[in-house]
Each structure stands twice: as C-alpha cells, then as structure tokens.
C-alpha cells in the first residue's frame, strides 16, 4: 500500500476550510477597521461581527443578545465557572462537576476549591456517562452550580445533557457545558435542552484557533472576565478579533447545515474503524460508550503496548493519532478520563485515539486498518507483557 | 523531540527477544509507570556473550534498551557494571529532560540481571552490584518515578 498523510487528530484540532478562509481574508486588508469606531468604513466590521453573533445563535438555538465572543474554548470556561461562584458565593459553595472534564473546567474548579468552594465530581462508570440519578442525589441546598461537558474530548462519549438541564432547571440551579467537542458534530440546542452557559472552540469545527464563543442565557448576570473597554455590550472587553469572529460564524453556520448528513458519514467511518480494529487486533478495548459516541470519535487500548510507541510509529506511517498515555501527556501519569472509567494503568497507557471531521475519508480508515495491525505486532514482540 | 539515534534504535532496536538458556534476567519498571525493561543475559566466564532484551514503554525506553544491550554485548561483568544512564543518554545523542528516567531505567535492568546472575551462583551481590535487589535499587531513584508505587 502506498504510504500516504491521515490526519486523525481532529479532537485536537481541524484543518480551517477553504470556504472560511475565504470568509476572513477581507477583514485583514480591506475592512480593517475597529468595530468601536464612529465612521462608516468601521461599520463594515462591526456588520461582519453582529453577522457573525446570529449564525451562532441560530446554530444554538439562542438569541444573538445572549453570544459573546472570547478567544478560545478555555477563557469561556474559566468565565462561566469563576463568574458564577463568584455571584453566588453568598447563595451557596457548591459545585457539581465530573473527574474527566478538560483541564480548563478541573483547574478552574481547583483555584474555587482553594477559595473555599466544594466540588463533587459525579462517577462517570466504564461507560464514561453520567448518570441523572447521582445527579439528584448530589444537589444540595447550596449547589450553585453544575458543569459538565456535552462530549468527551479523549472518548467521544456524549452526556445526557437534556435530562440534566431538565433537573438543574427544575431545581433553580445554573447550568453550564463545554460543548467544545460537540458544537458542529450533534445537534445542541440551549433552550430545548436548558443549558445556561455553554462554551465553544472554533478550531474544533474548521474555524481558525484563538476565537471561541460564550452562551450566556439572558438574565445570567455573572461579573466579567476581562476588565477594559465597552466591547460586547461591556461584558467582555478587548478590541474583537473580527476576521476570526467572521470565521467562527462562516464555520458554525456551514457546519449546522453539513451536521445531518455529515454526522452520519462520519459515524459510518468511525464504526468501520471501531469493527476493523476489533476484527484485526486481539486483545484490544473499546473506550467508552459505543452508542452515545461523537460521530468522529475512536479510542482504543492496545494492551501490552505503550501509547507513545504506538504513535511514532503511526507518525513513520504517516497517520497522526492521539495517545493517553503517560509519555504524551508530559507526566508520569496516564489520562486522567481514561482513569476515571477505571482503566488499570498498564491499559490507559496503551491507548489510542482516531478523531475525524469533515475532511477524513474512508481511505483514511482503510489506511490505518492496514498498517496499525502490524507495528501492534512488532511491539508486542518485544514487550515483555504479551503472551 | 527525539535525536536520530534514538530513532535509529526505536525504529530498529538491537537485540530483541528472549534467551532460552539466559544465566541472568533482571526486570524493572512497572506497568503503573508506564516502562517495563527485562534483560536477558548469558555470562560464560565473567564475559557477557549474549544479552536479548524485552521492553514494554515510549520510544525512548526501547531505544535505551536496545542501546544498553548493545554496550555491555561482549564485556566483561565489571565493564557492565560501570554503565552509567548518562553514559546511555550520550551514547544516543542525549534524550529530552523527561525521558532520562528511561536511561536509569536501562542501567537499574542491566543491575537486575547481574543482581539476579550473582543470587543464581549464590554469592550475595550487594558487595559487587552494591545492592541486594531489585526493589533496594528502585527505591534509590524514587524521585525520578514520583507518583509510581513500587510493589
């Protein structure tokens, strides 16, 4: 088989389409103008930015009133956790939250804990879901706040959202999620499902890096992030980045039309990887949640094999994956998602993730399912764990 | 992140397998970490004649493996025991800061093995490898596996 180059990183991040490309170049050398500015040359800009806010809300199901822009999956996240204890620290200092969140939720809940805040992390079983009834049973008085994340990032597996909107409503309590790795992929939709804060990324969907966006229901008053300026009706300041603000929208808006038909292409490609692989490999495991799955999300432990190994040698192949193991994250310890479904140590660090979007193709999967099976079995001869 | 010889000796690791009549074998490292090293070695006459490994880890603990096999392959039980994890680092064009770990661990299963060589023969190694076993050894580099819990 001819070597070729598959991206099958998409989780980490997507390549920026043509069409968005395309969206953002005016907004660089033509009408570069500030938003904030009084002339009409700065009106191109600030039409391009409010064009932008409606197709995330339409993407949403929101109000474009209720969508400000940040720069990236993280800051948003940090803002609905920090700003909503920080309203309510008087109400109440508790938080309900998950163990496999991203780090931007878990560190954000780290520094509340340190100020005091109690958080309960709800179990996320081998499944890797949440369930509603530990939800229930968690809630206390002084619950301020749940967050937990609409997708995983590592293991693709979705949360019931609707049903935990549906409590935390009935209960009086806000609700947020990272929807990160779900925006473009499953259908989301804030009323529908009685989300009160929601973040997102847009280079998880084809939009450049460093522009993401933030749902605030209207009527959730949390304090500002980031002090200075008027910009976004004076709730997050900082002179907006609008050809990636253009870029965001362009991405969003294309992918909600392409999500029918896209979804289901994809989940068709990620379940011929799933089967090829159990079919070609022994002794490997299916992270998470087969059914209630991103549509381009696989993650497999290999055992008896190490996730780094496994990776450079894909990279020699010309395949870019992901790994959970120890090596990759920087640390001694494997991923902290893949512990929190109980994988034993020796399983999580033999871990790999495929993730897919728009530009992977069937090729793409035919073409790991040819050359994974054979560096399984040249590192398996040499470690001393196989049989 | 890696230099070509750790790539050379991941891509193509020397001396992989078994030996079936090995008068040594030493394993380190624990699937908790994330690396294990097991060296098999057959020593005629204070000489390491043969020496196979087993490795089950990243692309530095394999390349460390193979490297270490390949520099005590043919010397003599004290030349082996003067291998130092610098040593194996420089011989591979050096390793980032985060995997030196690998090269001790290579140094600590070339110890196991003559640890394991010496108990065979019945002679107390501490004198010679200047510890009693594996176990002793591992706990002298327990800063560099924080978060491990060694058995």
């Known amino acids: ?387 | 992140m890696y230099s070509e010889k750790v790539m050379d000796h991941f891509t193509n690791p020397r001396n992989v397998g078994e030996i079936a009549d090995a008068n040594a074998v030493g394993e380190v490292g624990n699937p908790t970490c994330g690396d294990i090293m097991r060296i098999y070695m057959k020593i005629e006459d204070g000489v390491i004649t043969d020496v196979k490994f087993k490795t089950f880890g990243c692309g530095a603990a394999v390349a460390t493996s193979s490297m270490a096999t390949e520099m005590v392959k043919g010397k003599t039980i004290a030349e082996a025991l003067a291998l130092t994890n610098k040593a194996v680092a420089e011989a591979l064009d050096g390793l980032p800061p985060i995997k030196m770990h690998c090269s001790v661990l290579a140094e600590d299963a070339i110890k196991a093995a003559l640890i394991d060589y010496y108990k065979r023969q019945g002679i107390d190694p501490k004198p010679i490898v200047g510890f009693d076993s594996v176990a002793e050894m591992e706990c002298c580099h327990g800063d560099l596996h924080e978060g491990c819990q060694h058995a």
């Open chain 1, 1 to 387: 088989m001819e070597k070729r180059f598959v991206y099958a990183d998409n989780a980490a991040t997507t390549r920026v389409s043509d069409e968005v490309v395309a969206a953002m170049l005016p907004y660089f050398t033509e009408y570069y103008g500030n938003p904030s500015a009084v002339y009409g040359f700065a009106g191109k800009a600030k039409t391009a930015i409010e064009n932008a806010r409606a197709q995330v809300a339409t993407a949403l199901g929101a109000t474009p009133g209720e969508i400000y822009f940040v720069s990236c999956g993280t800051e948003a996240d940090n803002w609905a956790l920090k700003g909503t204890a920080r309203m309510l620290a008087e109400k109440g200092r508790h938080i309900i939250s998950t163990p496999f969140e991203h780090h931007a939720i878990l560190h954000s809940l780290n520094t509340l804990e340190k100020e005091g805040f109690e958080v309960t992390y709800l179990p996320v079983y081998d499944n890797g879901r949440v369930r509603v009834e530990d939800l229930k049973a968690a809630i206390r008085p002084d619950t301020i706040l749940v967050s937990v994340m609409f997708a995983n990032n590592e293991i693709g597996t979705i949360q019931p959202i609707a049903e935990i909107g549906a409590v935390c409503r009935e209960r009086g309590i806000l609700f947020h999620t990272d929807a990160v790795q779900a925006i473009g992929h499953v259908p989301v939709d804030v009323q529908a499902m009685n989300i009160d804060m929601l973040s997102l990324s847009g280079h998880k969907f084809h939009a450049p890096k460093g522009i993401g966006a933030m749902y605030l229901r209207k009527g959730v008053g949390i304090p500002n992030f980031m002090d200075g300026g008027g910009q976004e009706k004076k709730r997050r300041a900082g002179t907006e980045n609008v050809p990636y603000i253009v870029g965001l929208g362009k991405a969003i808006e294309i992918a909600t039309q392409k999500l029918p038909e896209e979804s289901k292409r994809v989940a068709a490609l990620r379940d011929r990887l799933m089967d090829g692989l159990l079919e070609r490999i022994p002794d490997i495991k299916i992270n998470g949640d087969r059914e209630n799955r991103l549509p381009g999300n696989v993650n497999v432990s290999i055992k008896y094999v190490e996730g780094e190994s496994l990776l450079m040698m894909l990279d020699m192949q010309g395949v870019c994956a992901a790994s959970g193991s120890a090596c990759t994250s920087g640390s001694l310890d494997p991923s902290h998602v893949l512990m929190a479904i109980g994988l034993d140590h020796a399983t999580a660090h033999g871990s790999l993730r495929f993730s897919f979007a728009d530009y992977s193709t069937q090729e793409d999967i035919d073409y790991i399912l040819e050359v994974l099976p054979p560096i399984v079995e040249k590192l398996r001869a040499m470690s001393p764990l196989a049989k």
